[in-house]
């Protein structure tokens, strides 16, 4: 099999994500896996993807002088932002090497005129080197391009969050995301699992935050014994919180509305102990499939995936049907901009309305199918108020007979406690360093 080239990959990967709209992790662990790349090209083509993503709206701001407005096809231009960001972000890579190499792809993709003009570009930047950032005088455009984050992105977390806890969240974005995951306790414990994964070559290390998660240090757990025998499945720590705050018990009847593609589900039933019985449903079929799948990987008996829209989900069944719900709902993806980058450049303000409506009308129409006393969870990986706290509250001023479930604080592992307010808790990316990540438990009267 001929080695891939990996600057060639990560521009296919690159317009992929641009064109469709497709998740960063995902293309690029469908690349890894059917690549025949070495540990270390497997770790370059994460790099390179990543950063380039990650400061996409700071490479623009220093090509741009070498542009001067001229019309750049696509593909080229995440070309010229790929090399630079080798250029300017990585020490180790010579950087005649990396214009060479984009002058080759220009060739081979393109023509020699396009090759001329991306050779023309790299070496004036080289010869005159880059903007400063800091010569942007006013300092949410600063930052907005210093951390490549869309300045109405910036300007709306100043509002919400002040300008401190802001800048924050923008430097947490940079930094690489840590592979997390959840060890099913009631097949092998945790302490085991972190001696087989070092058995097969890999290194891992037990989260602090969960007596369920690791972190992995060294590998991709996904081609361990482990997560293809349903010991492990990758989540974030922050992602295993709504099944604490369900207050889950043997025997329970349990509603997961949005929920492929499956962790929070598996989680729930993991700790139903194969009793009781989880009703998983999402939108699309295809989804239902990641369900169906990660539940036949993890070997639980206790889940029924189905399509459906959960809009329309109080016509599937009758009042109070449930002990628990859990309500995981479609969001903006602001807390996961670390591993998904490229959802800051696709999102607009005015989505945020939208997301918002869609929220309380999965809310709303699953709030009759909760049995009295019985515990609601609302949950977002984002960071918006209006997503999240505007979305409680409208949801409580519609339905009377709901109320804030404040022991939600006493349900949560002791790592989250102190963050846990009135029934609500909100994670920044730089709380505790995981996703950013809301939880709201409301009670039904």
């Known amino acids: 099999m001929t080695k891939p080239n990996v600057r060639f990959a990560c521009l296919n990967l690159l317009t992929t994500i641009d064109k469709e709209q497709a998740y960063s992790n995902i293309v690029l662990q469908r690349e890894l896996d059917k690549g025949d790349y070495s540990a270390k090209d497997k770790a370059l083509l994460t790099e390179i993807l990543y950063g380039t993503l990650q400061r996409k709206l700071s490479l623009d701001f220093f090509l741009e002088p070498f542009i001067k407005g001229k019309k750049v096809k696509g593909w080229v231009r995440w070309l010229l932002r790929l090399t630079l960001y080798q250029i300017v972000f990585l020490d180790k890579i010579p950087e005649r090497a990396a214009i060479y190499e984009a002058v080759e792809i220009a060739k081979k993709r393109g023509n020699k005129s396009i090759a001329g003009f991306v050779n023309g570009v790299l070496r004036s930047v080289g010869r005159e080197g880059i903007r400063d950032i800091k010569s942007i005088e006013d300092p949410v455009q600063r930052l907005a391009i210093e951390t490549s984050h869309p300045v109405w992105l910036v300007k709306r977390w100043i509002a919400q969050w002040g300008m401190e806890e802001t800048e924050k969240m923008c430097r947490e974005n940079l930094m690489a995301p840590v592979q997390t995951a959840r060890v099913n306790l009631n097949r092998v414990s945790r302490e085991d699992a972190l001696q087989k994964l070092k058995e097969e070559g890999f290194a891992a290390e037990p989260s602090p935050l969960l007596k369920e998660a690791i972190r992995m240090v060294k590998g991709s757990i996904v ?77 639980l008996k206790n889940v029924e995936a189905e399509q459906g829209d959960s809009r329309q989900i109080q016509n599937r069944f009758a009042d109070q049907t449930f002990d628990r719900i859990l309500v995981d709902a479609p969001c903006s993806g602001f807390g996961v901009l670390k591993r998904k980058p490229e959802a800051k450049y696709e999102k607009e303000e005015k989505d945020i309305l939208q997301l918002q409506k869609v929220q309380l009308e999965i809310l709303n129409a699953v709030a009759q199918l909760l049995k009295q006393n019985g515990i609601l969870v609302y949950s977002t990986c984002t960071i918006d108020m209006d997503e999240n706290h505007e979305t409680v509250r409208a949801f409580l001023q519609s339905q009377s007979d709901y109320v804030l479930d404040e022991s939600v604080k006493s349900r949560v592992p002791d790592a989250f406690q102190p963050f846990v307010k009135e029934g609500e808790l909100q994670l920044l990316p730089h709380t505790l360093n995981t996703d950013g990540f809301f939880v709201a438990a409301f009670r039904r009267r």
């Open 223 to 299: 081609k361990s014994t482990l997560f293809q025998e349903g010991y492990v499945t990758i989540q974030d720590e922050s992602s295993m919180l709504p099944a604490y705050a369900l207050g889950v018990e043997d025997n329970m009847i349990i509603l997961d509305a949005c929920a492929a593609p499956g962790g929070k589900t598996t989680h729930i039933a993991e700790k139903l102990h194969q009793t009781g019985k989880v009703h998983s449903f999402d939108i699309h079929d295809h989804k239902v499939q990641l369900i169906k799948d990660n539940v036949n990987r993890l070997q």
